[in-house]
């Protein structure tokens, strides 16, 4: 009997072990819940409840303002290492199709739109909605950039400067240039004893032509090396926390920037004192930034143009470098594309008179079948993910609320992978393009408006150029095929394209 009674008292301690340990697991639980619950409130509580009661009326979009400080930004990182998609599907699948979400994204509160007509009303809303990126963005492309400068300004300078980067007679004048750097490029990649990484090389081709464009016979006192490495440290820092300490991508982009200013300043000075002693009959881009005149006289001041060649040395090697990287990625991936795109162009090869040296503009309008496969890749690839605004007023866009100084983000990405927008849109698919043509604020790649990149044109030429000559004469072997791709700053294969190019017979 003792033995029994001593074994019902274990049985009886250890019961009220587990008990206690149930109770204290529980508690546990339940506090990280209410604690969890709580700061996933402070943001929505802290931003909602300083607007007082114009929401009643004019309600916020629904959403989630995420953590205290960090608001949905780690969610956003998560998403765009491999799924970038996943972060606007969630609050798709979560708040219904709205196409408008409230939430809190690279420091401020956010209005995330991502319809077609929702995205038209907020890009072309020059009254109420201004440029709003990130400060980031802000501190390393300039107070005299684009992205810097107030509506009337933009429109000024936009007017000075399109002819000379857009105009026919410009865009017809560099097709040779283009040309002749992308021949001897892909004749030297096909010359490689050893895979090259196929983004590093379309950055030094696109970056070659930005900055003969640009800068023409200074290019040869300029170590475009180096200049091509300051320009990667910028962008890795343009979306990112604007945190300026050792270790901080920002922090490295702030010093590289400085380096380029200094540079372009130095060049700048050169080619006064040389235009002073000389004019040249061939101009460059920076000679026409600096001779161009608005209607009452004046001219633009070096600020102005500084920050005009940084912003356009950046974005004119970026876009069409990774235009190149993606488009050629697809074509091999998509031997049925490649090959109807490659017959096209040896159709235009054999129409061409046998005394005409090299493309012109008659026949790259003629490439209508590869114009879709660019456009099928600027659709697919997204590679701007948004365009950012500041609501100036409270504004009211298809019966929601966006509060003043709260940021608007066009989700580029949402309106290129919207299923109700493009059927099946992960498919590469360039015949979606015949006999369609976009409607306002579905195709986004370039913007949209007053603010549409001016120098889209010249990128799309260069790609359209470089592909010229690759479908005919080469094709791509990747050496890992499988690599994954990461989103930010722009999409890229993890091992920037390992690859040969092979030519071909």
């Keep these: 009997m003792n033995l029994e009674h001593q074994g019902f008292q274990c049985k009886k301690m250890l019961s009220l072990d587990y008990s206690m340990w149930f109770i204290l697991v529980t508690g546990l639980l339940g506090g990280y819940a209410f604690v969890f619950g709580f700061l996933r409130k402070l943001n929505e509580w802290y931003y909602v409840s300083r607007l007082g009661n114009m929401q009643m009326q004019y309600p ?3 959403g989630d303002m995420g953590w205290p400080f960090l608001g949905n930004m780690p969610t956003f990182l998560k998403a765009f290492k491999s799924d970038p998609d996943s972060f606007i599907y969630h609050f798709v699948s979560r708040y219904g199709r709205t196409g408008m979400y409230k939430t809190h994204l690279f420091g401020s509160p956010s209005i995330i739109v991502c319809t077609p007509e929702t995205c038209r009303k907020v890009l072309t809303d020059e009254e109420n909605l201004k440029l709003g990126y990130p400060p980031s963005t802000m501190a390393l492309t300039g107070k005299r950039s684009f992205h810097g400068i107030s509506n009337t300004e933009h429109k000024r300078l936009r007017r000075l400067i399109t002819s000379p980067i857009n105009g026919h007679e410009a865009l017809s004048s560099y097709i040779g240039l283009i040309e002749n750097i992308a021949v001897k490029h892909l004749e030297e990649l096909s010359t490689m004893d050893m895979p090259c990484e196929f983004l590093k090389e379309m950055r030094k081709f696109a970056f070659q032509v930005i900055t003969t464009i640009f800068i ?9 090396g180096l200049v091509e490495n300051l320009y990667i440290d910028l962008n890795k820092g343009m979306k990112s926390l604007a945190i300026n300490l050792p270790g901080f991508a920002f922090h490295k982009a702030l010093k590289a920037r400085k380096k380029l200013v200094k540079l372009l300043q130095t060049l700048v000075e050169q080619k006064r004192r040389k235009n002073n002693r000389k004019k040249r009959l061939k101009k460059d881009m920076m000679d026409l930034l600096m001779e161009v005149k608005d209607e009452e006289g004046k001219i633009l001041e070096d600020e102005d143009i500084i920050d005009l060649l940084l912003l356009f040395l950046l974005a004119g090697h970026e876009s069409s470098a990774h235009g190149i990287l993606w488009t050629i990625i697809y074509l091999m991936d998509h031997p ?8 096209e162009q040896e159709e235009i090869m054999e129409t061409r008179p046998s005394t ?3 493309l012109n503009l008659r026949e790259i309008k003629q490439m209508e ?3 879709k496969v660019i456009d099928e890749m600027l659709r697919r690839t997204s590679i701007s993910f948004a365009n950012f605004r500041l609501a100036k007023v409270d504004v009211n866009i298809n019966g929601y609320t966006i509060p003043k100084g709260w940021k608007v983000l066009v989700w580029n990405r949402g309106v290129h992978m919207d299923p109700e927008t493009y059927f099946n849109p992960k498919e590469f698919d360039p015949s979606r393009w015949e006999n369609y043509k976009a409607r ?17 044109d010249l990128a799309k030429l260069e790609i359209i150029i470089f592909l010229h000559h690759f479908l005919l004469n080469y094709r791509m072997e990747r050496i890992n095929p499988e690599c994954p791709v990461t989103y930010l700053p722009v999409p890229r294969p993890t091992d920037n394209c390992l690859a040969r190019i092979i030519k071909v017979k």
């Design 216 to 224: 023409s016979s200074d290019c040869d006192h300029v170590d475009l």
């Design 356 to 358: 005409q040296k090299g």
């Design 60 to 62: 916020l979009p629904p």
């Design 336 to 343: 049925h594309v490649f090959q109807r795109a490659k017959k």
């Design 440 to 456: 306002a604020g579905s195709f986004l790649p370039f913007g949209l408006g007053s603010r549409l990149c001016p120098g889209s």
């Design 369 to 371: 079948y590869l114009s």
